[in-house]
């Protein structure tokens, strides 16, 4: 009794009828996948990454972010010139990257945890404020939103006393 | 025209490389069927023709550790053993798709929901096609093929080791082969980087592509998850990921031609086209509705240069640049799968030569001509060994048992303790600045990731041992993580005052992430 299992004769009369017949699929759908996928440019080309990853509106800093906040909340921010972004979406986008900018910084755990309590207190009820159609007066009423943006700010100052101390 | 060729065999080496751990297990567990458990044994497994034959065909797949190429032999047993083909197909769409350590790195990466989701669709998707299958072409198993029982013993471990090598040369290693041969193809085909924008959030057309880009391609089932949640981290189109993550993990071109030769032209060509447009459908339905909230759409992505040619300098030697990209993507312990599948096709062959009639075989499971040897099959060896035959269900218990311990203990060997990855993420950056202060590009573009896999292993292994990352420090991982990618982008368009922005920056958030993993020691 012969076990061994040849080469090409174990499950078709005519097996390489379909590897000749999937190649043959395989080179229409590389026509296809080419037709679609390939209209992009190069690898090469250079592009500036920050302003790629980085929307206009974005603050570079958790300090930045509390200075915005505040003029946002007392009117007296503008959308500025290369920002297609409204100032409500800006509003609700400053709530939601507060815990990054926090940890991107040297904010202690507490206060970490003070701007992150923020942020998801006041980020989600934002943004489902955006998505009725509410406008900037009508977010900035929300109640408790004062006190926050104080308290932000309130951090953002001692936690800058402390680096001037510090490079002193 | 060096340049399309080398890229292509780049790819093709890599994929059976990075495959050949589960090429290796694929003919392992073939092995098994065919030498242990026995035609009869695999139909049983699977649940016969009953309608348990696709639950048991999910969970042996996930359970599994095979990708698309070393689920073949397995189909071809399984072919063998009379089981029908709608269970055999879900199996193999199955089996690639998910396995335990995947499913986790993929829980770190991305919305745990988004991925449950993935998960139930791609499930859904696959019954349904199994079911569809079994409707539309019923009765399309074969008789199961009669083989001779191996007797218990050390002669039966000898005839699983002697099979593996014979499914190293049986007729599904072409079609391993068709499959690499396919992704050679696909990186010829296409250029270095032409596929970055070809998955943005509102690309109409994405899901379409990537359904042709991902039949071709191979993937592991960790690079899919990776890449999956890769493409929500950056916006793009989740119709895509998600038929990325169908497509791309379960059909490639040695699956379609298997498909072919088994089931002919037509049944597999309307089979193939209801899976394609049930996928895509599905896709369509998902883009919207899991579409992550927060998120900037990045306006390109790196995700699929895997998929294209690795070459991206048309004017460098192709041949250095080949050697310089296999070098630095091989890993070790692929390399020794590699070695050994490479061993298994070596002995395969001289047994074809020295034995075409297949003595060693029959020597191997024929019973001896001692009276005792009847009940060898059945009865326990009397004597000193009191060798003790054990009934089936125990052993396959026994397997299952096995193979789940053997997921557990793969999770945790995977993913080592917090000490042990902050140590390694301690090495990798002081090797990722030293190259960063040098400017050595190829080399800064070689630790990124490797930092960025430890990133990601880093909460998986928190998260294994019941220890999770608090929300600050998942903060710090994710800022330093969001700064590589920046340092990575920057070192590929090689600006030198980007790249010294951003390694500052990043080390900046690695001691940051060091501090708060200390802090809660």
Known sequence: MNTSVPLMKCVSKRPSAGIFQALGLGMLMIGFCLSFGCNAGKKSESTDAHEEHFPPHWPETIFGAADRLAALESGSAEKGPDSWVSLEQQWVDLFRWLPELAADSELSKIEFDQVDAISLKHGISMEKMLEQGKTLEQMRAEPGISEAIATLQQICRQELQRLQTLEQ | ?521
């Open chain 2, 1 to 521: 025209m060096d340049v399309f060729i080398c890229g292509g065999i780049v790819r093709m080496l890599q994929a059976f490389v990075a495959a050949a751990p589960t090429i290796v297990v694929g003919w392992l567990v073939a092995a098994v069927m065919e030498r242990i458990l026995g035609r009869d044994g695999t139909l049983r497994l699977f649940g016969g023709h009953t309608w348990r034959q696709l639950p048991y065909a999910w969970l042996l797949g996930m359970l599994l550790p095979v990708c698309s190429l070393g689920v073949i032999p397995i189909m071809v047993q399984m072919r063998r053993s009379g089981i029908a083909g709608g269970t055999i197909l879900a199996f193999g769409l199955t089996a690639p798709l998910f396995n335990p350590i995947s499913v986790l790195y993929g829980l770190t990466l991305s919305d745990p929901f988004a991925l449950l989701v993935f998960c139930i669709c791609s499930l859904t998707i696959i019954t349904v096609m199994g079911l569809l299958w079994d409707w539309l072409f019923p009765n399309s198993w074969l008789e199961p093929e009669l083989l001779p029982k191996t007797p218990y013993g050390i002669r039966r471990i000898g005839a699983v080791a002697l099979s593996m090598c014979q499914q190293a040369i049986s007729a599904s290693t072409w079609y391993i082969l068709l499959a690499i041969l396919g992704v050679g193809l696909l990186s010829m085909a296409l250029p270095a980087g032409c596929l970055q924008k070809a998955a943005g959030k509102d690309d109409l057309a994405a899901p379409l592509a990537m359904a042709g880009v991902a039949t071709f391609a191979y993937i592991t089932p960790m690079v899919a998850i990776v890449q999956v949640a890769s493409m929500f981290q950056h916006g793009n189109s989740i119709g895509a990921a998600f038929t990325l993550l169908v497509l791309g993990t379960g059909v490639n071109l040695g699956f379609i031609a298997w498909t072919i030769t088994n089931y002919r032209l037509k049944p597999s060509l309307i089979w193939l086209s209801s899976l394609m447009l049930v996928v895509l459908v599905l896709g369509y339905c998902v883009d919207q509705p899991l579409r992550p909230r927060g998120v900037e759409p990045a306006d390109h992505t790196h995700a699929f240069d895997v998929y294209c040619n690795p070459i991206q300098d048309l004017s460098s030697d192709a041949i250095a640049a080949s050697t310089r990209l296999l070098r630095d993507s091989w890993k070790l312990e692929d390399l020794i799968a590699a070695a050994a599948g490479i061993l298994f096709v070596l002995i395969g062959l001289v047994q074809r030569v020295v034995d075409p009639n297949g003595k060693w075989m029959k020597w191997l499971i024929e019973l001896s001509a001692e009276p005792s040897s009847e009940k060898m099959l059945s009865e326990p060896r009397q004597g000193l060994r009191r060798d003790i035959v054990l009934p089936n269900w125990i052993i396959a218990l026994s397997c299952l048992g096995g193979l789940v311990a053997a997921s557990i203990v793969g999770c945790f060997l995977y993913y080592p303790p917090r000490s042990a990855i902050r140590q390694e993420m301690q090495y990798v950056q002081s090797d990722l600045m030293a190259d960063t202060l040098k400017y050595e590009w190829d080399k800064i573009l070689y630790w990124v990731p490797i930092q960025e896999d430890w990133g990601h292993k880093l909460a998986v292994s928190a998260y294994l041992r019941g220890t999770p990352l608090t929300r600050y420090q998942k903060m710090k991982l994710h800022v330093f993580m969001s700064k590589l990618e920046l340092l990575e982008h920057a070192a590929e368009d090689q600006e030198k005052e980007e790249v010294d922005k951003w390694k500052w920056e990043a080390n900046k958030a690695f001691n940051r992430l060091k501090d708060s993993l200390n802090a809660s020691k």
